[in-house]
């Protein structure tokens, strides 16, 4: 191969190293309305009075709304296909608020600083009502956050909401209260994640215009152009035709952007004015007011017999979705389809429990969303039970764990948010994975400590990951390729670049195929006039199903091209070879060059467009896999850790862009070693986020990461585009448990809550004593 | 209020608001290469050089800046592109948002300090976060570039 998995610079980088415009504020109209949301100071609360005719007499405002202007609709934000797996539990405006941050009412004006005088002059009463700040005492509890009666689950999905029930999921293989009780040992935990936030450096941002064909035209940095195009439709009753979403440069997402956050007030106001209007949220904004990970709560049991034989894992979850259920089922169902199938040879597996509603800013879509929370309980548990069991971890992992050409029944039975499918592992490398990194960490010397003095000590430790690649009979992915004349491509792909290099992958996979070099494939994505459908970037899917769609339409334009140039060299179709430049006989007695052919095709002979589309939807979902270590050095004075090296191998399939790989691998376990030990989350007991800027909420700075190692197995996916699987998420999973493993080889103390910071290793220690 | 700027070497009188930050005067005059992150002066995406030295135009207010010199990475084309080539083959570059910022914090610590060490790096960029590289492949970019006496 010569362009896949070769080391090839991304398509844009230099442009935007330069400056070049692309993101979406840049393409906002000069003369734009300004939005601005007056957002609720109470956790919980009704709104029995709202009086704008004050804001709306300001000079300069263009129009005010509250929910009296909304019919009563309800929807989900969360962008995922149709019909969705989450509640329709939200509406544009509400006469509830249900978080301190959650929308109350929206102004335009003709600037930012009319609207914050607007937003003053906007009286409103509220009758404050009791809120639900704990979630493990939401179930039940007589404070119920969504008592309106028309909202709805699209299908089941375990929608209580009279019982601040979001969603629900139980499952279970075998008779796992009798396999727990015939077993040796039996280890029982509970574990504890928090509502960390994406960080992404570009705020949520929308614009909108009519143009002159009075269409609305959106830019917005969306993960889902096609889902908002739908939505917005079905909200605010916007002809589906009437609207084109346009998702420019995105900087960065992370699963923040997958859902609709400002696009329903950009296009009512110019839908309603024909003025073109722009929101940017604010940094607080997109703390207080997007979404977070699901925090939760994970009850796991493991029991083994003495040989080190792993026979059944129990797991109950309580997540806490917020006040909105937005992926409250889908999340909850990969904490255990992407986790538990790494230890297939058990006897017995439950899985279940309930997403709850609770008074906080919403949780939603997050890289690695489920796994790493499922990841952080089942590899710290696995290191305890070793601990009990007088096990070696390595050994008992390489015993019980996933192996090439197996599988495990759980595929067949959890999906994301219906029934799974059943698939063997074609590939999975994850003994190799492990054997590299412990020789990479150099494990046999520094395993389980090292290097103690009176103040500071070194440990390692380590954790096994698997993710996902696509949701399989569910997400779709479409391609269209065209021949220009003078031989060059466009490539049109609904997928979405949102900073993780999918045009330049993609633009790989087509350029690979049609045997051409990267700047003779021009690829335009994520415009919903203009690109095919695409459901988006998420759930690890865009180098495997859209590069798939991409990889077949790229061989249907081959084929099409042999075609046409058969015709024009007289030819039989069988006989034309083609190897990206010329078209020749096998005889070699007649060719002619691409480049000719397109300029023939175009203007003299035979005129005719040659054009492919194609679209992917995968039939399993091949996981990728990896082993992470880490060195870790901990001031036992302070509590402080220093992650010094974080090892990672991993099984991608093919590295498509190995450096871009790599990129996605270690910028995950730079947002997982935050999870773990920087990204505190503060709610005061008012439920007010305290940790609203980057000040408060600490994510990783260069000089908190040292070392990081990345290595990718040998492993060739055959249902994958050239081989490759997805590594979007994956990297993210394992500095958790890893991290909480190294603490405890460490010091003997095991650390079940997230984050585990200074204050509570001191803690621990303390009790230790 | 009317203020003088010399941006990128061209000399501009601009009218802006008594409590304009230099953030909006740029983006309102079409320098869309700086852009807002945080408004709290903690993620350095709006990073542009006043008298050469690297401040966050989020907390600079334009009338501040009035008679000063104001770079953009508009104004270091060749130094930008240099550093985009070293970023791309390193693959430092992901969503690009905070990279205009990067490369002037770069720019101007090459400028700045003569052989730095890794440390020096770390602490003269310290103010610059990236949520989506995970740092060590910009540093590797980084070392690259230093060493380009092209």
Redo the contacts between chains.
């Keep these: 191969m010569k362009i896949v998995n070769n080391?090839n610079?991304?398509i844009?980088?230099?442009?935007?190293?330069?400056?070049?415009?692309g993101?979406t504020?840049?393409f906002a109209e000069k003369d734009s309305l300004i939005i601005k949301i007056l957002r609720s100071p109470h956790p919980y609360a009704k709104i029995i009075r709202i009086d704008v005719e004050k804001a709306k007499a300001l000079i300069g405002v263009e129009m005010v709304v509250t929910y009296k202007d909304f019919p009563r609709i309800p929807f989900t934000r969360a962008g995922q296909g149709y019909p969705e797996p989450s509640p329709h539990d939200k509406f544009v405006l509400d006469e509830f608020v249900r978080h301190i941050g959650d929308e109350v009412a929206m102004v335009a004006a003709v600037s930012n600083q009319v609207c914050i005088e607007a937003l003053k002059l906007i009286e409103v009463e509220y009758e404050v009502l009791e809120p639900v700040l704990d979630f493990e005492t939401a179930l039940d509890n007589h404070s119920i956050i969504h008592p309106e009666p028309e909202i709805h689950e699209m299908f089941p999905i375990g929608f209580e909401p009279k019982r601040n029930i979001a969603a629900s999921y139980n499952m279970h293989i075998g008779d796992v209260d009798k396999t727990l009780s015939e077993c040796d040992i039996v280890l029982e935990e509970s574990f504890y994640t928090h509502a960390q936030a994406?960080?992404?450096?570009?705020?949520h941002s929308v614009n909108a215009r009519l143009d002159y064909q009075n269409r609305l035209v959106l830019y917005s940095t969306t993960q889902t152009p096609f889902h908002v195009r739908r939505i917005l439709s079905q909200t605010l009753g916007i002809p589906l035709a009437k609207i084109r979403v346009i998702k420019p440069?995105?900087?960065?997402g992370?699963g923040g952007k997958q859902a609709l956050h400002g696009e329903m007030f950009a296009s009512y106001v110019t839908w309603m004015t024909k003025k073109p209007s722009k929101i940017?949220y604010?940094?607080?904004e997109v703390f207080e007011s997007t979404y977070t990970r699901h925090p939760m709560r994970l009850d796991i049991k493991l029991g083994a017999m003495k040989d080190g034989t792993l026979k059944a894992i129990d797991c109950y979850v309580l997540s806490d979705t917020g006040a909105y259920g937005e992926h409250a089922l889908t999340v909850f169902m990969v904490t255990g389809s992407k986790v538990l199938p790494l230890y297939n040879k058990v006897d017995s597996v439950r899985f279940g429990g309930d997403v709850v509603y609770t008074n906080h800013t919403p949780a939603g879509a997050f890289r690695g969303y489920g796994a790493i929370q499922g990841n952080f309980a089942l590899e710290s548990a696995v290191d305890m039970l070793c601990e009990k069991l007088q096990v070696d971890p390595i050994e008992f992992r390489n015993k019980n764990m996933m192996k090439e050409g197996e599988t495990s029944p759980i595929f067949a039975i959890m999906g994301e948010g219906t029934e799974g499918t059943a698939m063997n592992m074609d590939t999975c490398k994850l003994e190799f994975c492990v054997k590299r990194g412990m020789e990479l960490i150099d494990w046999q010397h520094k395993y389980p400590r090292f290097a103690e003095t009176e103040e500071k000590i070194r440990a390692v430790g380590m954790a096994l990951a698997m993710q996902g690649s696509g949701i399989p009979y569910i997400d779709m992915g479409s391609a269209t390729i065209k021949l220009n004349d003078d031989g060059f491509y466009n490539l049109m792909v609904g997928a979405t670049e949102?900073?993780?290099?999918s045009d330049t992958v993609l633009t790989q996979i087509a350029a690979e195929e049609l045997l051409t070099e990267l700047d003779k494939v021009i690829i335009y994505s994520s415009d919903t006039d203009l690109t095919p459908f695409d459901t988006g970037a998420y759930a690890s899917s865009t180098t495997f199903v859209s590069g798939n769609a991409v990889l077949k339409a790229a061989k249907k334009l081959k084929e099409m091209m042999i075609e046409a140039s058969a015709k024009f060299l007289n030819a039989k179709l069988g006989e034309i070879e083609f190897d990206g430049i010329t078209f020749r006989t096998f005889d070699e007695s007649a060719s002619i060059s691409l480049k000719d052919l397109s300029n023939k095709l175009t203007y003299n002979h035979n005129q005719e467009q040659l054009c492919a589309t194609s679209s992917y939807v995968g039939h399993k979902s091949p996981p990728p896999f990896m082993a992470g270590f880490v060195e870790i050095e901990v001031d036992k004075q302070t509590g402080e850790i220093k992650v010094e090296n974080y090892v990672s191998v991993v099984d991608c399939g093919t590295t498509i862009?190995?450096?871009?790989a790599?990129?996605q691998v270690?910028?995950?376990?730079?947002?997982g070693i935050g999870m773990t030990i920087y990204e505190d989350v503060i709610v005061s007991s008012k439920g007010k986020l305290i940790t609203s800027?980057?000040?408060n909420y600490r994510?990783?700075?260069?000089?908190e990461?040292h070392?990081?190692t990345t290595e990718f197995a040998d492993s060739y996916e055959e249902s994958g585009p050239f081989g490759a699987k997805s590594v979007g998420e994956i990297g993210i999973d394992t500095p958790p448990a890893a991290i909480a493993n190294a603490i405890y080889n460490a010091l003997g103390v095991r650390l079940t809550k997230l984050p585990i910071t200074p204050e509570k290793i001191l803690k621990a220690i303390k009790e230790k004593r | 209020m009317k203020i003088k700027l010399t941006i990128n070497n061209e000399l501009k009188y601009l009218h802006v608001e008594k409590d304009e930050y230099l953030l909006d005067t740029l983006?309102q005059n079409n320098y869309?290469?700086v852009?807002?992150?945080?408004?709290?002066t903690?993620?350095g995406?709006c990073t542009v050089l006043l008298d050469g030295k690297p401040v966050p135009s989020c907390s600079v207010l334009s009338v501040v800046a009035d008679g000063h010199v104001v770079t953009?990475?508009?104004g270091i084309?060749q130094e930008?592109?240099k550093?985009?080539?070293y970023?791309?083959?390193?693959?430092?570059?992901?969503?690009?948002?905070?990279?205009?910022s990067v490369?002037l914090t770069i720019y101007a610590m090459k400028k700045e300090l003569k052989n730095p060490t890794d440390e020096d790096i770390?602490?003269y960029?310290?103010g610059?976060?990236?949520?989506?590289?995970?740092?060590?492949?910009?540093?590797k970019a980084v070392r690259k570039y230093l060493g380009d006496k092209s």
């Design positions: 080391i610079p991304s844009d980088g230099k442009g935007l190293m330069m400056g070049r415009h993101y504020d840049d994406h960080s992404m450096l570009e705020p440069r995105v900087g960065g992370f940017v604010t940094r607080k949102i900073g993780q290099g862009n190995p450096k871009l790599e990129g270690e910028g995950a376990i730079v947002q800027d980057f000040l994510i990783p700075t260069r000089k990461i070392n990081l | 983006r869309l290469s852009r807002r992150g945080c408004d709290t903690n993620c995406v953009t990475v508009e084309p930008a592109e550093l985009g080539t970023f791309g083959l390193e693959g430092a570059d992901q969503c690009g948002y905070c990279n205009p490369a770390k602490d960029l310290v610059n976060l990236c949520r989506c590289s995970g740092y060590v492949a910009q540093e």
